[in-house]
């Protein structure tokens, strides 16, 4: 794949700044990707249920404010 | 000194309790330690006296004034460094976050503060507990104090080096794809990644969200539920918390395995992927133990290794990219070179791929639960090897894929690492053992009737 390829891939991931060595990690990427969806069994069909940790709090029953609760939200501040 | 460095969380909390050991000397004599040991081992990233002595000064008022709060009470514990405690920074062993001070902290540190542990400093990971072991970062990496100048594993890997040489009996860890039970099994100590959603990871850097485990790491079973006990808990603020009640985990661990049934996976290890000789016949010994026990073992087959690590891989890769994107966009250069390519990994990945390794982990789930319906807890490998030097790149490479543990984050199943031996160069063997959701009590029963047969945990790094 060449340099200008590889730029585009970067790009259209929202990666503008990749330096050549960069790219270079980023061929590594594709090639790995590529072998690592050929491994997903080809089986898999859509009436299968994915796996999702997200889901509504019930709404008859309220979350319990546990006493961890109470310590306040503790977000890293430099998370992007 | 080596009396207090090996002494057990379950030994120092009756002496605390009683007042036969002062918290303050106990602390002293791990700072001590560590101050000794760590430009050796570099299991801190940063060691908190000022911290550590306050927190014991005030744990020997309380237990004095008759308010014991409980088997943490006084007993020393650090943090890998994705773990926010409010006021010191979290750095992920990353330039990134060289100067990202917590404003608040983890509802695990939380919990410890509230049990009255004495916070010790901040451990070191793999960058961004991905990206390791590297030595292109602002601090050097974890050696095993096994050995001359080994991997000690990771991603939690001064978490477990400061254990095995000492200088603490307590640590967390995290786990996305075996990080807690992966130094767990090369420095043969215990690690546990408790059922997802049963431990908040509130206030933790995230590495994949649903993956994402901590997990506590200690050097003896007891130990272990013990400190899970101050750490398991509902938290309605986590997506993934479970509203599950809480046992007491230490109350069934002398019931031993009489009866039970325990399905061994060895498939995992002698056919899907050819573990060392060594560690089969550690494994195959451990299976013979726990019938000599009165347990009753058959294999049991769950779906080929490669399947789960697929999947876990395709779903760390692009959960992960997600996290790092914006970074990767503006700073990449400050990423170190390990790290940036498992991150940038998942810029390759398509949305397609990642969906179809949802539905390859619920299918996976449901495989691997089924097969448990008939025992009480599964054995197989953590490592499918020892471990290398860790200034050889490749060896370090080779050997991280090398493992069983990434079965157990894709179905969230409790799954507990310790010491099955040791090679005859004296380096750590491990198992695995795995319950059904919310069993940890289980796990531990097993895991401590094992223990009391063959005292692998009694053993400690030689010279220390």
């Known amino acids: 794949m060449s340099k200008a390829e590889l730029a585009q891939i970067a790009a259209a991931a929202g990666l503008p700044r990749l330096g050549d060595k960069h790219l270079d990690q980023l061929q590594m990427a594709v090639t790995s990707a590529r072998e690592l969806a050929q491994k997903l069994p080809k089986d898999l069909h859509w009436s299968e249920e994915l796996s999702l940790t997200f889901r509504l709090p019930r709404p008859t029953s309220p979350a319990p404010h546990s006493e961890a609760n109470s310590e306040g939200h503790a977000k890293t501040k430099g998370t992007p | ?464």
């Open chain 2, 1 to 464: 000194m080596s009396d207090l460095a090996f002494l057990s969380i379950a030994a120092a909390a009756q002496r605390l309790r009683t007042g036969e050991l002062s918290p303050v000397a106990y602390t002293e004599a791990l700072l001590d330690r560590i101050q000794r040991l760590d430009a050796r081992f570099n299991a801190f990233i940063r060691s908190t006296p000022d911290l550590a002595l306050a927190a014991a000064r005030q744990a020997e008022r309380d237990i004095a004034a008759g308010n014991w709060r409980g088997p943490l009470h006084g007993i020393p514990f650090g943090l890998k460094d994705i773990i926010d405690w409010s006021g010191l920074p979290t750095t992920a062993h990353s330039k990134l976050l060289v100067d990202n001070i917590a404003r608040d902290d983890a509802v695990v540190s939380a919990r410890l503060k509230a049990a009255g542990a004495i916070m010790m400093g901040k451990l070191s990971t793999h960058e961004f507990a991905i990206g390791g072991p590297s030595f292109d970062l602002p601090w050097p990496p974890a050696i095993n104090p096994w050995g001359g100048r080994h991997f000690p594993g990771g991603s939690s890997s001064g978490s477990g080096v400061a254990l095995a040489a000492g200088m603490l009996p307590a640590a967390l860890g995290t786990d996305t794809g075996g990080s807690v039970r992966n130094p767990a099994s090369l420095c043969a100590i215990v690690g546990m990644k408790p059922t997802y959603g049963l431990v908040s990871r509130r206030g933790v850097f995230p590495l994949a969200n649903s993956l994402d485990h901590v997990g506590p790491m200690t050097r003896t079973v007891r130990d272990n539920a013990l400190l899970l006990q101050v750490l398991a808990g509902y938290d309605g603020e986590d997506p993934g918390s479970a509203e599950v009640a809480i046992p007491d985990y230490a109350a069934g661990l002398e019931a031993g395995v009489k009866g039970l049934r325990i399905g061994l996976v060895r498939h995992f290890y002698a056919q899907d992927c050819d573990a060392d000789p060594e560690q089969i016949a550690a494994l195959d010994q451990a299976a013979e133990v726990l019938r000599s026990l009165g347990a009753r073992v058959h294999e049991v087959r769950l779906a080929p290794l490669e399947q789960y690590a697929t999947a876990t891989r395709i779903i760390i890769r692009c959960e992960a990219f997600a996290i790092h994107r914006s970074w990767l966009a503006t700073r990449p250069e400050d990423y170190g070179d390990l790290a940036r390519q498992r991150i940038l990994d998942g810029a390759a990945m398509s949305a397609a791929d990642y969906i179809d390794a949802l539905r390859l982990r619920a299918r996976l789930t449901r495989q691997t639960l089924a097969a448990f319906a008939d025992i009480n807890v599964g054995l197989t490998a953590s490592n499918m090897d020892p471990t290398c030097p860790i200034d050889d790149a490749e060896a370090c490479a080779r050997l991280y894929p090398r493992q069983a543990r990434q079965p157990f984050n894709i179905t969230g199943q409790p799954a507990l690492a310790m010491p099955a031996g040791f090679t005859r160069d004296g380096l750590p063997l491990s198992l695995q053992l795995i319950g059904h959701p919310f069993q940890e009590a289980m796990v531990y029963r097993v895991a401590e009737a094992y223990e009391r047969a063959t005292a692998w945990t009694e053993r400690h790094p030689p010279g220390l």
